[in-house]
């Protein structure tokens, strides 16, 4: 692995191969039916190796799942470490580099025009037996603002409707939501296009949002810059816009401007079904493939949901943090926090000015991530991504009557129902230790000897001599 390349190879065959070589992806060759079972399995395992099911009932084409869904797929996906990752994002939204337009895209080798049905076309799961119905869950969304002309990709559910038709959930503060709004107040449909097994970088560029990606940003240019070089992008056959030429499988058409229907529930990545609701319509006018394409999906409550924009928050998170308070060495969402909801940040205090430092350190990252909850502060001798180190941190360096404060009725997330539709308070900690205690509080240090393994045995007969006397 590489551990500092400014060109990343993010194609998604290309990551496929790796993550085959490193056994971060296995193969499911028993038939599966996507009618739940497939989203069962890959429950199952979730956080593990990715799976690609080879036999899945009624098609033809390969299924993959769990890709993202833990660090060492992510580092074997990218041929980096997390790092690197996180670097390349911010790197993405510091340095976008523009697309560069090919004639040719192996994802328009085979195009269907008429008779376009999607369930027929493609295994798309139903995946708990609650849901509304069958969703496409990793397809990149894809539009260009009929206002402001600027390309933005996003993740959005998209259930099946109909034979072309699917609903559209589609957020409110979303850029998909804007454009679309825009287009509706002009009296227009809005065409978008919709690509399944897309570049990795591109799969990030779109997991982006918040500040940092603000509406103005082109997405498919910051693709390019988390890549190090420009995404290949070719016009689309049935819309006016540009399709990343190597994905596996495009949705081309329209979301209609005067239609909606009732979308959901579906269960989301805080573990709930999330409500029905009224939703656009998206008329699907082609569907463009390669050859022998692979089929890429995401359970709403799992790993990879969440995974999906660790690296992408915690690079987003540094940017604002670093820029504002000097003492941030690095920062973690953890996992127990869905990657989103809890951060912890390290600091290290090295003058008497810096204390008090670590309390602005969790107030920005409040500001700069609304959906935070909770952050901790610690200091750079916790390790930030061992949970029983931080907790150390959490029994023998805070005390609740000083180092815990709480800011009430705060913007959140909506999913979360303990919140009043998102409103909820915010909780800090600060588990650091005063700077002029450090002493007081530094942990005994052992001498670091080599270890013989060799001479390690589990042989109970060897136990057993010294033990039975």
Do not use: W
């Amino acid at each position: 692995m590489t551990s500092n390349s400014a060109v990343l190879d993010t194609d998604f065959r290309a990551a496929l191969a790796r993550m085959a070589e490193q056994g971060r992806l296995q193969a499911y060759t028993a038939p599966v039916d996507a009618n739940l079972a497939l989203a069962g399995i890959l429950k199952q395992r979730d956080g593990g190796p990715a799976l690609l099911f080879t036999d899945v009932t009624g098609h033809d084409i390969p299924v993959v799942g769990n890709l993202l869904c833990c660090q060492q797929n992510c580092e074997a996906a990218f041929g980096t470490d997390f790092r690197a990752i996180r670097d390349a994002v911010g790197r993405a939204l510091a340095a976008p580099i523009a697309p560069v337009e090919v004639d040719k895209a192996p994802a328009q080798e085979h195009v269907h025009r008429d008779g376009i049905d999607l369930q027929r076309l493609l295994p798309v799961l139903f995946h708990t037996p609650e849901d509304a119905g069958r969703f496409i869950t990793a397809g990149v969304v894809i539009v260009r603002d009929p206002e402001t002309g600027v390309y933005n990709a996003s993740y959005h559910r998209l259930q099946l409707i109909g034979a072309n038709r699917t609903a559209v959930k589609l957020d409110y503060g979303r850029h998909l939501r804007l454009a679309f709004e825009r287009a509706k107040r002009m009296g227009v449909d809005l065409p978008v296009i919709v690509c399944i097994g897309a570049d990795l970088a591109l799969q990030y560029a779109a997991a982006t949002m918040g500040s940092q990606m603000p509406e103005g940003a082109d997405e498919i240019a910051a693709a390019g810059g988390l890549r190090g070089r420009p995404l290949r992008v070719a016009r689309a056959v049935t819309q006016d816009l540009m399709v990343p030429a190597d994905s596996e499988i495009v949705l081309e058409g329209r979301i209609l401007a005067e239609e909606t229907i009732e979308e959901g529930p579906f269960g989301e990545f805080v573990g709930y079904l999330s409500p029905a609701g009224e939703a656009p319509i998206f008329e699907v006018t082609a569907v463009t493939h390669r050859d022998r394409p692979i089929y890429q999906v995401i359970n709403g409550y799992s790993f990879e949901t969440t995974m999906l924009r660790k690296y992408v928050l915690e690079a987003s998170l540094l940017k604002v943090l670093q820029a504002a308070v000097p003492i941030v060495v690095d920062a973690e969402m953890t996992a127990g926090g869905l990657h989103r909801f809890h951060a912890v940040v390290q600091v290290r205090k090295s003058t008497p000015q810096h204390e008090g430092l670590q309390r602005n350190a969790i107030l920005a990252a409040f500001g700069a991530l609304k959906d935070l909850d909770l952050v901790i502060a610690v200091d750079d001798d916790i390790d930030i991504r061992n949970p029983h180190d931080v907790e150390y941190a959490l029994a023998t360096r805070m005390e609740a009557s000083r180092d815990l404060f709480i800011i009430p009725d705060a913007r959140g997330h909506e999913y979360v129902r303990i919140g009043r539709n998102g409103i909820r308070a915010k909780v800090g900690i600060d588990a650091t230790v005063p700077l002029d205690e450090q002493a007081r509080f530094r942990r005994c240090a052992f001498t670091d000897v080599a270890i013989d393994a060799a001479s390690i045995t589990s042989d109970p007969a060897v136990i057993r001599k010294y033990i039975d006397r």
